[in-house]
């Protein structure tokens, strides 16, 4: 059915963002640099960080490549085609349970250009099931199991995979962008900021708002929902199960902190995957086009940059004890409870504002016909669920202390040094603390990127609502930080 409006693609509203072509060309280079570096510098085959970064005066490249495991020729192997086949079997065993396995048919919002598009959920079975294919692997060969044993021994390999798969998708995309025409049936559309002209802005920023493919035996799937929840999501938790396994077989034994932080992880992303359908209500799935941001941060930089405190911790075990689980599962509850509590207000009072849990909070009547909470949870702070969401980004980095190691060869006997079965040891040394550049990284990342959206998000609602959004900005100063931000 075509759509009712044939109105024109709205045209770019906002200003440049992530610093214009400059930055978005920086980004779109810059961060498989940066990745590979977190892998090189951090490493299971001199420390974290490797020994001569700590003396850069006196630093010798062949050591250097020597301490982090450089390729033996070269950039060639930063990758392999075996590594390649099987992560685009990885996607294509996703693409098939996506079609066979139940799923719940939804609309999405209304588009500018008066449609709906129909979405299939069914991510969370996916991932269920891939799961219980590697939970009965794992109890039938224990760590050996094929799938942990090739992730960890072809890491390397398979984040490249993974980033020239992001690079393909986001020039298809781009490419395939240049044939959305005004009045289509299928209800494509470009994106308000997509489409300013510059070309590798454009490529970066996304220009088409939803692009859809048609694949054989698989049928429709909206690429950007997909790409969001699917790949990239399980790939964190198997990325974790893996490193998991790894300390197992380094070790002999497996830490409370490794399976700590695996644990919630797993359940953050479960649990994003069970509420599916509210993605559809996010700035990422209404507002931004699909292009290189999405890509990579989908299938590279979730699964890939999110398991470092577990790829840490599979060489630097780390033992919380009671007390210390206690104390990083109550920072975790506060975080997650703040999150869930306040997103939950503001779904209820958008489907049912009557409801007696929300029928007695306080609102503006805005111009634009919706209405701004001004009091519960929403009366707090502006974006009081990016406070939650932050405060849980630190149990995943907590586990791993002060961290920092070096690897010694076997025999050396230093004290309190951690022993590998191989006979190697593992000692803090002069690398204590310099780790954390490392394993702290998502938080300090994670507050400049919820900074960010609060900033999107605002100039987003001052077009639309306009002096109502000022008014309401009186009544709720704080933007995510109660009394500081």
């Not at 906002?14 to 214009?20: C, D, I, N, P, T």
């Not at 890491?155 to 025409?181: D, E, G, H, P, W």
């Amino acid at each position: 059915m075509a759509p009712k409006s044939k109105s024109k693609t709205p045209q770019l509203e906002r200003a440049y963002e992530f610093g214009g072509p400059l930055g978005a060309t920086a980004i779109v280079f810059g961060l498989p640099v940066l990745l590979h570096t977190f892998n090189f510098a951090c490493n299971d085959k001199s420390g974290c960080p490797a020994p001569s970064l700590l003396h850069p005066k006196s630093l010798d490249l062949a050591t250097l490549k020597e301490e982090i495991g450089w390729p033996a020729d070269g950039i060639w192997g930063l990758g392999s085609w075996r590594a390649f086949g099987w992560t685009l079997a990885y996607y294509a065993f996703s693409a098939i349970l996506y079609r066979v396995l139940p799923a719940t048919l939804t609309e999405g919002t209304k588009l500018t250009n008066g449609g709906r598009l129909k979405y299939r959920f069914n991510a969370f079975n996916s991932t269920m099931f891939t799961l219980a294919i590697c939970t009965a692997g794992t109890v039938a060969q224990g760590a050996e199991f094929p799938v942990w044993t090739f992730i960890s021994d072809n890491y390397m390999q398979l984040l490249t995979s993974n980033i020239a798969i992001a690079y393909a998708l986001a020039i298809f995309v781009y490419v395939r962008s240049f044939s959305v025409k005004p009045g289509n049936p299928e209800y494509r559309d470009l994106a308000a900021g997509g489409h300013s002209g510059n070309i590798m802005y454009d490529f970066y920023i996304g220009r088409e708002l939803n692009p859809r493919i048609t694949l054989p035996l698989i049928g429709e799937i909206d690429i950007k929902e997909w790409m969001e929840l699917r790949p990239g999501m399980l790939g964190w938790i198997l990325l974790n199960c893996s490193f998991v396994a790894k300390q197992y077989r380094l070790y002999g034994y497996v830490t409370d902190s490794i399976l700590f932080i695996t644990a919630i992880q797993t359940f953050y992303v479960l649990d994003g995957q069970f509420m599916e359908p509210a993605i559809l209500t996010t700035i990422d799935i209404t507002n931004d086009g699909f292009g290189f941001m999405l890509a990579f941060g989908d299938l590279v930089w979730v699964p890939f940059m999110y398991s470092q405190q577990t790829r840490y911790l599979s060489m630097h075990p780390k033992t919380l004890g009671v007390l210390g689980i206690a104390v990083v599962g109550a920072v975790l509850a506060t975080g997650f409870s703040i999150f869930r509590l306040s997103n939950s207000q503001k779904d209820t009072f958008r489907t049912n504002p009557n409801d007696p849990r929300v029928a007695h909070l306080k609102y503006i009547e805005t111009k634009a016909g919706t209405r701004l909470l001004v009091s519960g949870w929403w009366g707090v702070a502006r974006h009081i669920n990016y406070l939650g969401d932050w405060i849980q980004a630190w149990p995943y980095s907590l586990p791993t202390g002060l961290a920092g190691y070096t690897i010694l060869s076997a025999g050396s006997n230093a004290p309190d040094a951690l022993k590998l079965i191989d006979g190697r040891e593992v000692v803090p040394g002069a690398a204590e603390g310099w780790g954390m550049l490392f394993t702290y990284f998502y938080v300090v990342y994670f507050a400049v990127l919820l900074i960010h959206r609060h900033g999107r998000d605002d100039e987003k609602c001052e077009r639309k609502y306009g002096e109502d959004w000022e008014k309401y900005k009186k009544i709720v100063p704080w933007r995510i930080v109660p009394y500081i931000y």
